[in-house]
C-alpha cells in the first residue's frame, strides 16, 4: 500500500481545527481525519481528542481481529471524551468534531463516519462518495425540500446534523467495501468539497502518480478559488496486497 496525507489552515481561518492521523501495522491500516468545531481553541482540543481516542483505542485492542467492532466503540468512546470535556470544561463547552475512519484489512476497507467529512473511493477513473453527510443541506435534498442546484447556492452549506461531542450519544455510520487493485481512497474535510466538484478532484488526480503530489495539488487548487476553510486530505492507494497474518 502506499499513503499520503496533509492539512492546511487554508486563507481565511485564524485556526486549524481539523486533526489527522494515520496507524499502519502488518495486519490493517487505520486512516482518521476529523474537522473540530468550537470557540476558544475547543475545535482544535475536539478533533485532537476524537483522533487520538479513536487511534490509542483500536491500538489497544487490534489483538482481538474485530475491526468493525472495534472501530464502532472507539468512536463511541471518542464522542463520550469530547462530550465529558465540554461537559466539565467551560472554555470548551458545545464543541464537537466530525470524523471520518477507514480502516482496511487484506481487501477490506470498514468506513465509519459523523458529520460532513467524507470518504470517496476513485476506481477506473471514476470518483464515488461512500459515506454520507450528515448536514442540513443533504437532508433537504433526501427530503425533496431543495433541488441539486439550490443546494449549491445554499446558506447554511456547514450545518451539520451529527457530530461527536454534543451529545452523550452518537449514531454512527458504517460503510463496508471490498477492494480491488488499484483502489484509491480520499477521505477529506469539508475545506477541499466546499471548494471542488468531483469532475476537479478526478481531474487532479489522473494528472499525478505520487500521492504527496495529489494531496498538494489538491488543497493548492481549493486555495486558489477561495481557501475559506481548513483542509485536510488523506490518500491511500490499495495495491492488491494482503496484510502479513
Known sequence: MKYASSTDIGLVRKLNEDYHMNYITDDFSLLVVCDGMGGHKAGEVASKKAVETVVNYV?????????????????????????????????????????????????NAIVANVGDSRMYLYRDGELKQITVDHSLVNDLLSSGTITEEEALDFAQKNVITRSLGIQDTVDIDIFNIKLIKDDLILMCTDGLTSQLENEDIVDIIKKETDLDKITQNLIDEANDIEGIDNITITLYLYEGENYDR
Open 59 to 107: 491500538k489497544e485492542n487490534e489483538n482481538k481481529k474485530d475491526y468493525e467492532n472495534t472501530l464502532i466503540k472507539a468512536i463511541t468512546l471518542a464522542n463520550e471524551e469530547v462530550y465529558k470535556d465540554s461537559e466539565n470544561n467551560s472554555e470548551h463547552r458545545n464543541m464537537g468534531t466530525t470524523i471520518v475512519a477507514c480502516l482496511v484489512y487484506d481487501d
